[in-house]
């Protein structure tokens, strides 16, 4: 496993060549969790269309039917509406020095693998999609 300290280490981790990769693959005998397979199932699912109203109650016992906009992953997509006492700010103080939000620290986040950072890069990009 590696340890990540930015973004830039994720893409740059996400583009390693497979010889370069497999040249590491004592990393998954080291005890990797994520798996290519694991890596290729979470890619097809973040790729595939979303399921029908029909799809999901075919999929949900009946006394769940009246909820099953709560599993309907277009829902998920979506923001909130504004609610004026559930809300919250939070205010990012700029850099006195320049001028500009501050840049994440540089500490050392939690170390992973090659395929895990994939995965991680992939629900990034997926969010920012969605503006979350």
Not at 18 to 27: F, G, I, K, M, S
Not at 43 to 71: N, Q, S
Not at 90 to 103: C, F, H
């Amino acid at each position: 496993e590696v340890c990540l300290t930015s973004m830039e280490e994720v893409e740059r981790l996400c583009n390693i060549s497979d010889q370069e990769w497999e040249d590491t693959q004592l990393l998954r005998i080291a005890g990797a969790k994520v798996l290519p397979k694991d890596f290729e199932k979470f890619k097809d699912r973040m790729e595939r269309a979303p399921m029908t109203k029909a799809e999901i109650l075919a999929k949900l016992p009946k006394v769940l039917y009246p909820l099953y906009y709560g599993f309907d992953p277009r829902e998920a997509d979506e923001i909130p509406p504004h609610r004026d006492k559930l809300d919250h700010q939070i205010d990012i103080q700029l850099d006195s020095e320049t001028g500009k939000a501050p840049r994440p620290s540089s500490q050392r986040l939690r170390p992973l693998s090659r395929d895990k950072a994939q995965v991680v890069k992939l629900y990034i990009d997926d969010m920012l999609r969605k503006s979350h």
